[in-house]
């Protein structure tokens, strides 16, 4: 099982960033998904989950309107449009995926099975 973010980069406040992560070694319709953040001296926290059809879909409180999860089953990829970007933006961003969850997704960070090594963002003001 393997998950591979990319797309980070620097990026001045209100730009846009997207983020992709690449699933491999297994079914990738048969996980949810979900994106999440750590910034420096913080606990990672939920940016957005997104459940195994693609029918449901959640945002932290943080980026609501302003980010957008997504899936494509069909090239295994996992994607974050992030526009409006602002400087408490910046973590490291990971994708996750949840074997267990068969309907929705989990807004928890522990009931991710699958991590991918992370990628950074960083908003200049």
């Known amino acids: 099982v393997q998950l591979q973010a990319s797309g980070g980069g620097l990026v001045q406040a209100g730009g846009s960033l997207r983020l992709s992560c690449a699933a491999s070694?297994?079914?990738?319709?048969?996980?949810?998904f979900g994106w999440f953040r750590q910034a420096p001296g913080k606990e990672r926290e939920l940016v957005a989950a997104i459940s195994r059809s693609g029918s449901q879909i959640g945002y932290g409180d943080s980026v609501r309107g302003r980010f957008t999860i997504s899936r494509d089953n069909a090239k295994n990829t996992l994607y974050l449009q992030m526009n409006s970007l602002k400087p408490e933006d910046t973590a490291v961003y990971y994708c996750?995926?949840?074997?267990?969850?068969?309907?929705?997704?989990?807004?928890?960070?522990?009931?991710?099975?699958?991590w991918g090594q992370g990628t950074q963002v960083t908003v200049s003001s």
């Open positions: 070694g297994f079914s990738f319709d048969d996980y949810a």
């Open positions: 996750a995926a949840d074997s267990r969850n068969t309907l929705g997704y989990s807004p928890y960070a522990g009931l991710y099975g699958e």
